[in-house]
Structures are given as structure tokens and as C-alpha cells.
């Protein structure tokens, strides 16, 4: 079983390389259990499923890095690299947007400002 740690260092070419063999050896187990295999083949199934399952989580991890440092200088981010959030979230005002006040509220503010009132204690 390989670890995602000895794959993450790995080239592009050489991942799929060993994604390929694990895909190759998995049918070849696929055929030994239909044929009525060894048991040791059987039980190796899971362990090559897993196997094919990080290497692809490595190779995907890659290709999103790789995709996010071509993006880091435009305008606009690909929409899987944006933060997920809710969709209200997304479409929700800006702070700066929520903090713009129309022309005739700003008047208003200014001629009517909030009258202060002396307290007795």
C-alpha cells in the first residue's frame, strides 16, 4: 500500500504511470477473484482500490495548485477555486456596499443631525 506522502513529491507523468499500473493490477485481481483466486489476491483488492484512490487525491491536489498559482495574477478566479460559502453568502452586500449612503440620506444627516439631550441625575 502506498502512502500519499511518497506520492506527493512525485512528477505529473510518474503518478499516472503508477495510476495506471494500480488500475492494471486491480482488473488482474478482478479476474483471480472471478476464476476463484487465492485468497491473499481477494483480500489484496482493497488495499490496490485504496492505492488508486490517493494516488488520483495527490494527482487532483497537483492540478488545483497548479491551476491556482496560473489564476493568482488575473482579474477573475475559476468559480472551483472560490470560496464555497452559501448562496446567500455569495450574493449577499459588501461591507462597502452596505456602508453607501444615498445622497438624500447623507443631506438628511447633515441638516437633521441626532439632537443630544441633557440628563438630570
Avoid: C, W
Wanted: charged fraction near 35%; aromatic fraction near 4%; proline fraction near 2%.
Amino acid at each position: 500500500m502506498v502512502k500519499a506522502y511518497e506520492l506527493k513529491g512525485l512528477p505529473k507523468e510518474e503518478l499516472l504511470k503508477h495510476l495506471g499500473d494500480y488500475r492494471k493490477e486491480l482488473s488482474e485481481l478482478a479476474v483471480a477473484k472471478v476464476t476463484g483466486g487465492a485468497a491473499s489476491k481477494i483480500a489484496k483488492i482493497k488495499s490496490v482500490r485504496k492505492s488508486i484512490a490517493r494516488t488520483l487525491t495527490v494527482y487532483n491536489t497537483q492540478q488545483k495548485e497548479g491551476i491556482r498559482k496560473a489564476a493568482a495574477g488575473s482579474k477573475y478566479m475559476p468559480k472551483d477555486l472560490r470560496m464555497k460559502k452559501t448562496r446567500a453568502m455569495r450574493r449577499a452586500l459588501t461591507k462597502e456596499q452596505k456602508s453607501i449612503k444615498t445622497l438624500k440620506q447623507q443631506k438628511k444627516d447633515t441638516h437633521f443631525p441626532q439632537r443630544r439631550y441633557a440628563v438630570k441625575a
